[in-house]
Nanobody
């Protein structure tokens, strides 16, 4: 069983930066991809960024491309999301996710089997 634990997040003013991390544990952790999603109050969970575990391909939501960077440390089973130039509309609970299989679209919730508990990111104007 895979467990994902997010850390980081918090409150920042618009234009500022935050970083969130996701540490994975499990006896045989070797996902195909890991991703970050976010969910604002009253809205559906949306894709933010993803990275393939073995070959480091990255994908981004258009509105965060150039501001957010997803990265990983394979030795530590950890994935990171560095968020720069934050905007109030980035405010949401950010969730880490891991997917074991290559099928499915990387930007869909259904492509990920394991989820973290979420961490709040609040950007004030």
């Amino acid at each position: 069983q895979v467990q994902l634990v997010e850390s980081g997040g918090g409150l920042v003013q618009a234009g500022g930066s935050l970083s969130v991390s996701c540490a994975a544990s499990g006896s045989t952790f070797s996902p195909y991809r890991m991703g970050w999603f976010r969910q604002a109050p009253g809205k559906e969970r949306e894709f933010v960024a993803a990275i393939t575990w073995s070959d480091y391909f990255t994908y981004y939501l258009n509105s965060v491309r150039g501001r957010f960077t997803i990265s990983k440390n394979t030795a530590k089973n950890t994935v990171y999301l560095q968020m720069n130039s934050l905007k109030p509309e980035d405010t949401a609970v950010y969730y880490c996710a891991a997917g074991d299989v290559s099928g499915g679209d990387y930007y869909t919730v259904a492509a990920y089997e394991y989820w973290g508990q979420g961490t709040q990111v609040t950007v004030s104007s």
